[in-house]
């Protein structure tokens, strides 16, 4: 079993950034990859963002490409989002997530989310 805490979320204005950290506990960290994932009030959750393992393969959903980059530290078992540029259609709940494939077809863990707000 892993557990995923989240933090980092808040407000911030148009053009801001954010860093987003979700740090993993449980059983084990090893072999999953890591991912982000929002939902919008209204709206279906989407991916955002994903991690491989070893931290060397990476996947954006276009909303976000070259706005947000993801990363890991396997030492402190955590994965972060850093979000810039950011934009009011920004504006939704963070989930972190982990699964064994980066693909994330079927999420494995989800954490309990985090409200990122982008003032216009």
């Known amino acids: 079993q892993v557990q995923l805490v989240e933090s980092g979320g808040g407000l911030v204005q148009t053009g801001g950034s954010l860093r987003l950290s979700c740090a993993a506990s449980?059983?084990?960290?090893?072999?999953?990859?890591m991912g982000w994932f929002r939902q919008a009030p209204g709206k279906e959750r989407e991916f955002v963002a994903a991690?491989?393992?070893?931290?060397?393969?990476?996947r954006y959903a276009d909303s976000v490409k070259g706005r947000f980059t993801i990363s890991r530290d396997n030492a402190k078992n955590t994965v972060y989002l850093q979000m810039n540029s950011l934009k009011p259609e920004d504006t939704a709940v963070y989930y972190c997530?982990?699964?064994?494939?980066?693909?994330?077809?079927?999420?494995?863990?989800w954490g309990q989310g985090t409200q990122v707000t982008v003032s216009s």
């Open positions: 997530a982990a699964d064994p494939s980066i693909l994330f077809r079927e999420v494995t863990y």
């Open positions: 449980g059983r084990t960290f090893s072999g999953y990859a």
């Open positions: 991690v491989s393992w070893s931290g060397k393969s990476t």
